[in-house]
């Protein structure tokens, strides 16, 4: 039996834009994959590079931030930090071996429904391209105990359950 990969995406948006676009995409019953499950922030320049890798780290095989356009942040240069941070995490995640391609960022205005359904569709066709998150089936091994985060070893993967 052949079955379709269907990856899981987290997706952080800002509460202006970003949830703005997605209570719209709602409001108009535009249709995008259910697959993406989304995190709220004030905006996008208080994502850390922290929050991106950790979603990689729980499960995600793909993960995406959605921001305010570029020049008309409402907090002025908050979508430049988020890109920013998104750029830094896309170099860490080449340094551990994931692909910096499941890592993406979109800018929008909260009236662009269709490109907040887009973006959703873009991400899930990158990664499916991609395949699964590598850290699932332990293709990439992190090392915990450099990181000074201490694992039961009964319960292996911290990650979503499969």
């Known amino acids: 039996m052949n079955e379709v ?3 899981e995406i987290t997706a952080f948006y800002c509460i202006y834009c970003g949830y703005m676009a997605a209570d719209t ?3 108009l019953q535009v249709q995008y994959p259910a697959n993406v499950k989304f ?3 004030p905006c996008t320049g208080k994502m850390d590079v922290r929050y991106v890798l950790e979603a990689f780290e729980q499960g995600a095989d793909g993960v995406y931030a959605v921001a305010c356009p570029i020049g008309n ?3 002025v240069r908050g979508n430049e930090r988020g890109q920013a941070r998104v750029r ?3 170099e860490l995640l080449e340094e551990i071996g994931l ?3 499941r890592l993406g960022m979109f800018f929008m205005s909260g009236s662009q429904a269709h490109t907040f359904a887009a973006a959703a569709q873009t991400m899930t066709e990158r990664i499916r391209k991609l395949g ?3 850290l699932k089936n332990g293709q990439v091994k992190v090392k915990e105990s450099e ?3 201490e694992v039961d070893e009964d319960i292996g993967f911290r990650g979503r359950k499969l």
Request: charged letters at 25%; glycine letters at 8%; hydrophobic letters at 30%.
């Open 88 to 90: 830094r995490a896309a």
């Open 5 to 7: 990969f269907e990856p």
């Open 132 to 134: 699964p998150n590598p």
């Open 25 to 27: 995409a709602g409001s």
């Open 147 to 149: 990181r000074g985060v």
């Open 39 to 41: 995190v709220r922030l």
């Open 99 to 101: 692909e910096s391609e």
């Open 73 to 75: 942040c409402h907090h």
